[in-house]
């Protein structure tokens, strides 16, 4: 088993930025590809940005890219979402989920463990 909390959610004005992080216990966290979701109110889950274990490969949904940076140390073992240039848009729980397989994956189906979410408020 692995437990995730996820942690750095809080109001922001838009333009501002966020770091969220997401603390892993139980087996091995550098065996596990690590991915953030979110979900705004009345919407599907949806994929933001994956990292593999070793932190060599990241992907990214379109509409995060240039804007946020996924991020992993190991030794904490910890994923981090470093968050810029906010919108109003970005609202949403954030979710962290681990992948045993570590594979570069971009449906929450294909997760095996979640954390409870954090809570992203951007004010325009």
């Known amino acids: 088993q692995v437990q995730l909390v996820e942690s750095g959610g809080g109001l922001v004005q838009a333009g501002g930025s966020l770091r969220l992080s997401c603390a892993a216990s139980?087996?091995?966290?550098?065996?596990?590809?690590m991915a953030w979701f979110r979900q705004a109110p009345g919407k599907e889950r949806e994929f933001v940005a994956v990292?593999?274990?070793?932190?060599?490969?990241?992907y990214y949904a379109d509409s995060m890219k240039g804007r946020f940076t996924i991020s992993r140390d190991n030794a904490k073992n910890t994923v981090y979402l470093q968050m810029n240039s906010l919108k109003p848009d970005d609202t949403a729980v954030y979710y962290c989920?681990?992948?045993?397989?570590?594979?570069?994956?971009?449906?929450?189906?294909?997760?095996?463990?979640w954390g409870q979410g954090t809570q992203v408020t951007v004010s325009s």
């Open positions: 989920a681990a992948d045993m397989t570590d594979g570069i994956k971009l449906g929450p189906v294909e997760y095996d463990y």
């Open positions: 139980g087996r091995t966290f550098s065996s596990y590809a």
């Open positions: 990292i593999s274990w070793s932190g060599g490969r990241t």
